[in-house]
């Protein structure tokens, strides 16, 4: 009686522990555009993300136990991670998680049966569009670090603007979130190359409200200090604009990008009717940063509100802003930029921007 009690008791755990789902998290560097697809026989899940985004190392560690994966390209330039599974399993949910760093989190179920299917069936799954959940009442501000990868942006004294500006995006980030009014993320948070394009489409994809890029470049003759915001125009407000617009398209240049127009008229007419909408949003945004900024101390040309034709504003549905915090080439402005006070108190200021104006842009008011 005991014998059949234990084998009936140790075919009941089983039976759990076979019912049980099974969740991975797959720990990224971005927020990513993705696919998902769980393969039958033999079981594996199998992940694509459009650019190069996962932590290996983190995935590494976190990855239970019983599991492993590999890291491969997909037909079509893809990164694919495959992580073979013990049983056949169905995905339940997909999520994108950004808490600190994003994750991508899975939720699959095991199937009661095998499906007789050959080594090649695959279940295609079309998961939600990627969203950061985290806090979904609030509203996403995403940070775009300027540059990065091979592309380093200015360098002084060792310094390079991809660094500086990544430092300054996570120190904004968190002051951002522990005003309790926003969910952030950056469209980088790593030293990793994206194009122009890359950087609008991760903030549209994480559902932002607005589109702030981060940047310090230098001019050769070192004539510009101080901190300006641009706003989207098809022809730059001066020649410092224009200048800026070429320093940062040859970025998309050395990623292999064609420059290139890409609308055709119906497309340009679709994009002017949705730029009624979000250019008077950018402008009001751009005039909250200078005043949030002159007030918190931060040194402002004296023409700081200017506009120019970079690429990384031209979303037509999110409010965008590039901020130059200042020059590197300008020996004040390298000072400060290189200063971890100095560069808290410019955070402190743009958040109280991003804020003042978040209460006038989502109120209507």
Known sequence: ?????????????????????LVV?????????????VQASPPVLRVDFQEPVLNAVDLAVTLPSDLSFAVETAEDGWERVKIPLLRPHKLVSAALLQDGNPKLHLVLAPLAEVPAKDDTATEPVTP??????????????????????????????????????????????????????????????????????????????????????????ALEDGRASGAIIYT?????????????????????????????????????????LARAGTDPAARALSEALLAAMEEGGVDLQATPDRSAAFRVLKAADIPSVLVELGFMSDKKDLENLRDPEWREQAAEAVAAGIVNWADVHLTGK
């Not at 059949?4 to 522990?17: V, W």
């Not at 998290?25 to 697809?37: E, G, K, Q």
């Open 25 to 37: 998290a797959l720990p990224l560097t971005a927020m990513p555009v993705y696919r998902v697809a």
């Open 128 to 217: 939600p569009p990627p969203a950061v959940i985290d806090g979904p009442t609030l509203p996403v501000i995403a940070l775009d670090p300027g540059h990065g990868g091979i592309d380093a942006g200015a360098v002084r004294d060792g310094l390079r603007e991809a660094d500086l500006m990544l430092s300054f995006a996570r120190s904004l980030r968190e002051t951002l979130i522990r005003t309790g009014r926003f969910r952030v993320m950056l469209t980088r948070d790593d030293d990793i190359y994206l194009r122009l394009g890359q950087r609008v489409s991760r903030a549209r994809a994480a559902g932002a409200m607005a589109l702030i890029s981060l940047h310090a470049d």
């Open 232 to 272: 989207l125009s098809e022809e730059a407000s001066d020649a410092v604009a224009a200048e800026l617009v070429e320093l940062h398209d040859r970025t998309d240049i050395l990623g292999g990008l064609d420059l290139s127009d890409e609308e055709d008229a119906v497309t340009a007419a679709l994009v002017d």
């Open 1 to 21: 009686m005991i014998r059949t009690l234990l084998a009936l008791f140790l075919l009941l755990r089983a039976a759990c522990a076979f019912a049980q789902d």
